[in-house]
Structure formats: structure tokens, C-alpha cells
């Protein structure tokens, strides 16, 4: 399985931006899908998931009502729509896939993308 994310950039606090990632080599109705990020000197961390099974979306408190995920199984492709972003959404965002259950810890994911450069200027 291969995932590669793409849509990322440079932009001004309170603009949006779509990241997209498409999974390749596997069934991907199969895998539960996930957002993460990356700072420098940081742990990666949970910015939003969305299940294979039911559809149902879970968001970090910081990106929650900002962050809008979603799957097109017919592409096998999930997308990451971002609004009002703020500076401190700057990071590195990486897809991830997972053929456990949804999950906040980046330890349960099999397959990760390359990571897509998000920065936000002020």
C-alpha cells in the first residue's frame, strides 16, 4: 500500500487550503484514513480521521469546526478541506491508513504518505 499526499502550500492566516491523498496497492474501503502534523522538534499529532465502516468523522479540538475530512472511495482518495487557517496550523501534514479501528495514535497506522508542506503566514 502507497499513499501519496498532495495540496499543500503557502497561504495567509484565515485561507483555505485542500490536501488530498491517494491510496494505491490495497483495497481502500478497507483502511480507516487519517490526517496528522508535524512541527519541527515535535511529536507528530492527530488532526482528524474518518472511518471505512459508518463514515463517521472524528477532529482534534484545534481543528474542530476549521477542519472538514472526507473520503471518495470510488477515487481512493481522502481529503483534508481546511479553513480559517491560522499560523499554528503550520506543519508537515502526512495521510495515514489504518486497517484497525480508528484511532488518535499515529502508533496504530500501517501506512503513511510522504508529507505535504502546510504554512501560514500572519
Known amino acids: 500500500v502507497q499513499l501519496q499526499a498532495y495540496g499543500g502550500g503557502f497561504v495567509q492566516a484565515g485561507d483555505s487550503l485542500r490536501l488530498s491523498c491517494t491510496l494505491s496497492?490495497?483495497?481502500?474501503?478497507?483502511?480507516?484514513m487519517a490526517w496528522f502534523r508535524q512541527t519541527p522538534g515535535k511529536e507528530r499529532e492527530f488532526a482528524a480521521a474518518?472511518?471505512?465502516?459508518?463514515?463517521?468523522?472524528y477532529y482534534a479540538d484545534s481543528v474542530k469546526g476549521r477542519f472538514t475530512i472526507s473520503r471518495d472511495n470510488t477515487k481512493n482518495t481522502v481529503s483534508l478541506q481546511m479553513n480559517d487557517l491560522k499560523p499554528e496550523d503550520t506543519a508537515v501534514y502526512y495521510c495515514?491508513?489504518?486497517?484497525?479501528?480508528?484511532?488518535?495514535?499515529?502508533?496504530?497506522?500501517?501506512?503513511w504518505g510522504q508529507g505535504t508542506q502546510v504554512t501560514v503566514s500572519s
Open positions: 474518518i472511518s471505512w465502516t459508518d463514515g463517521n468523522t
Open positions: 495515514a491508513a489504518t486497517d484497525a479501528p480508528w484511532a488518535a495514535s499515529e502508533y496504530l497506522y500501517n501506512y
Open positions: 496497492g490495497g483495497a481502500f474501503s478497507n483502511y480507516n
